[in-house]
């Protein structure tokens, strides 16, 4: 009986073949061919220069940095496998481009999330595989499954290695308590949470820090920093409370604007930060932020599927 990875064809979109070939490698396979073009009016041109039929596909395509590219040409590449016969079509979406339009929170506004999703199935997708949602609820916006992974495995074990002693785990906002509470319960340690509050886009006020944290090392545990406001005014929280040092862990490193700048000049030791979103040299001056790698995780993952076997048992931490 052929293996099942002998029915697998990973593919590569053109947001972060970095990632694709470190999940290619630990799989030990190669990258489908596919022929990712523009044509002279800007529209995108795919071509899938390898045999589908009957094939489980993988698309690894994070929607980041510039959505709107990214996300049409993973809708095109979905497409073109559909019409050549794949057996199944798994969007590997490592960070799920407008995540944070969930929700109607204005009037006449639209749930971008959910159209996002939409799209996805109608172009084909079987399943998806992604990393921390920034609302676990989100998966409710499929009719396909969702598996959702949380990189706090490998973030966690990088923290470790950092060898803090006496430690808390602090949630930067209300919206990120579960996850800490999850990195909490992953390193056997207490959770504290700060209460903020945006006085702009950019600029947040932490109002009060729940927890004890003087004289600990502090963990900052969130799904993603955008411009670093919340996480920043976090660490000067937990400093003015008697924190001892002080390090991040984030899923997804947006690094807009002077985020970095800003991670720099504040009281945070390291952020350790996860490469669902390629780097290149955006990162390049900053001496803090460390990037771990999730291609293992992705890969197991994808074991997972292929072998029809539980992916729960890779990130959920069973209850005493």
Partial sequence: MPSPSSHLLLFSGSSHPTLAQQVADYLGVKLGQVQLERFPDGEISVQILENVRGRDTFVIQPIALDPNNYLMELLIMIDALKRASAHSIAAVIPYYGYCRQDRKDKPRVPITAKLVANLLVDAGATRILTMDLHAGQLQGFFDIPVDNLQARLRLGEAFNDLMPSNFAVVAPDVGSVKLARDYAHQLGVDLAIASKHRTSVSDV?????????????????????????????????????????????????????????????????????????????????????????????????????????????LYEINEA
Avoid: W
Avoid at 218 to 241: H, I, N, P, Y
Avoid at 254 to 272: D, Y
């Fill in 205 to 313: 006020q932490i109002a009060t820090l729940f927890g004890d944290v003087e004289g600990k090392d502090v963990l900052l545990a969130d799904d993603m920093c955008s411009t670093a406001g919340t996480l920043v005014s976090a660490a000067k929280a937990c400093q003015e409370k008697g924190a001892r040092r002080i390090f991040a862990a984030v899923t997804h490193g947006l690094f807009v604007g002077n985020a970095v700048a800003r991670i720099e000049k504040s009281p945070i030791e390291t952020v350790l930060v996860s490469n669902t979103i390629p780097y290149t040299d955006r990162l390049s001056q900053s001496t803090k932020i460390k990037i771990v790698s999730v291609a293992s995780l992705l890969g197991q993952a994808i074991s997972c599927i292929l072998s029809r076997q539980s992916i729960s048992s």
